[in-house]
């Protein structure tokens, strides 16, 4: 009879039993010449579990296992032992074997590796249990009751062992998913902090943390209580949510793939985000991209799509300046100031465009949606209430700012 036959003709494998301590055979006794006889041949069945390892799972093979292959042998050669003892046994505690198992399974998850191998093991090692038992039961002439209660009996164990060793695995990657969790928290803590850490100690503790560090950073500050649906991002991102300002940081932002980010970020809700910097100068964008929000949920900058600071550099150096821009103000746009609200904001925002779009009034009054005249008369207007010093050279970087804090803060709106 072929191996294949057999165990079409046995029962599955099914949970053992449920006990406190031990592997109990299957109910009633064994004839009593079979545990010895069994041990006659123990070397022999662990001696040929081994070969079949090594021929069949390619993860043992000749030297490559290394020290976890020979374990793998060690601990099938107690599990023959075990089986054989409890023959005679029926009541064998089985802790110290289940113990042995965990261990494995904890093992692979350390490794990175899947259960697969170990499961590999088993399975070649059942194989040649049951063609062994087949051969003996054949030649000895024992009864086909002794022959299927000897194998239900081995798979039983071999469940229970099996599931030890799934439980190892999956309590061994519960404890490196968070420890891996905390090392990426301090990470991300560390990318931030002032003044900046060591090159050397950025890179040990990403190793750790299993982040490859990026050439660049670019940090992006979020609304508090973003939703939780919202908060799926690609693995490279660190992420705060509970930081009084949850914040991302984001590898290699202008790099491939990163334009997945932006849809997530448009899901958390008004988002801004800081410059592209080196990897020791986190909290430099982080600083710049906190400003920014601010700024975007007071309405000085826009808030339907993501802020990114590298788009507004003129706004937010007025606006962080805005003590020392508020008190020179007068003696620079000391004209414009003196008119009403109603005709200061139009000035204002006229004269900044036409500035910006680098004196072009085409293409300023494309940006400002007015005719092109309009924009001429309005010019014409602001130079003859300033004579003309807003049209020089010298000094227009001081006037684009100025003009930039008027019409952003709504000072260019206020009576006074």
């Known amino acids: 009879m072929t191996v294949s036959r057999f165990l079409l003709r046995v029962r ?12 109990r055979m299957t109910s009633g006794p064994m004839p009593a010449e079979l545990p010895e006889l069994l041990r006659q041949h123990l070397q022999a069945a662990v001696d040929e579990m081994e070969r079949e390892i090594r021929d069949q799972v390619p993860e043992y093979a000749g030297d490559e296992g290394g020290e976890y292959a020979k374990r793998v042998e060690r601990t099938v050669a107690d599990t023959v032992a075990f089986f054989v003892d409890s023959v005679d046994h029926p009541n064998a505690d089985a802790r110290q074997l289940t113990e042995l198992y965990m261990r494995l399974g904890e093992e692979e998850a350390r490794q990175g590796r899947s259960l697969g191998a170990l499961q590999n093991a088993m399975r070649v090692s059942s194989q040649v249990a049951c063609r062994r038992f087949i051969k003996d039961a054949y030649r000895l002439g024992w009864s086909r009751e002794t022959l299927s209660r000897l194998t239900d009996s081995l798979f039983m164990l071999l469940a229970r062992v099996a599931d030890a060793a799934a439980q190892g695995y999956a309590r061994q990657q519960g404890q490196l998913a968070t420890e891996r969790e905390r090392r990426r928290e301090r990470l991300r803590d560390l990318l931030v902090a002032e003044p900046p850490p060591a090159p050397e100690t950025i890179a040990e503790l990403a190793v750790a943390a299993r982040w490859e560090p990026p050439k660049s950073i670019a940090l992006v500050a979020l609304p508090a209580g973003a939703p939780a649906g919202a908060r799926i991002l690609p693995p490279g991102v660190l992420a705060d949510w509970d930081a009084p300002v949850p914040f991302l940081v ?21 988002a ?62 000391g004209p414009l100031l003196e008119l009403a609200p109603a005709r200061r904001r139009p000035l204002a925002e006229t004269l900044l465009t036409y ?47 100025m003009l930039s804090w008027l019409v952003r803060t709504g000072r260019a709106d206020r009576a006074g």
């Open 12 to 23: 599955p494998i099914r949970p053992a039993p449920s006990r406190r301590n031990g592997h």
């Open 250 to 270: 984001v590898p290699d932002p202008e790099g491939p793939g990163q334009e997945r980010l932006w849809p997530v970020l448009r899901r958390l809700g008004t």
């Open 355 to 401: 500035l910006e779009c680098g004196d072009n009034a085409v293409i300023a009054a494309e940006r400002l949606h007015i005719h092109e005249q309009t924009v001429r008369y309005r010019l014409r207007r602001i130079a003859e209430l300033t004579g003309g010093r807003f049209t020089e050279l010298d000094g227009r970087l001081d006037v684009m700012l």
């Open 272 to 333: 801004a985000i800081g410059p592209t910097v080196p990897l020791g100068q986190g909290a430099v964008s982080l600083r710049w991209a906190r400003h920014a929000l601010t700024l975007a949920e007071r309405g000085m900058l826009p808030r339907d799509a993501p802020v990114r600071c590298v788009d507004h550099i003129a706004s937010l150096a007025a606006l962080a300046a805005d003590e020392l821009i508020g008190a020179t103000a007068e003696a620079v746009l």
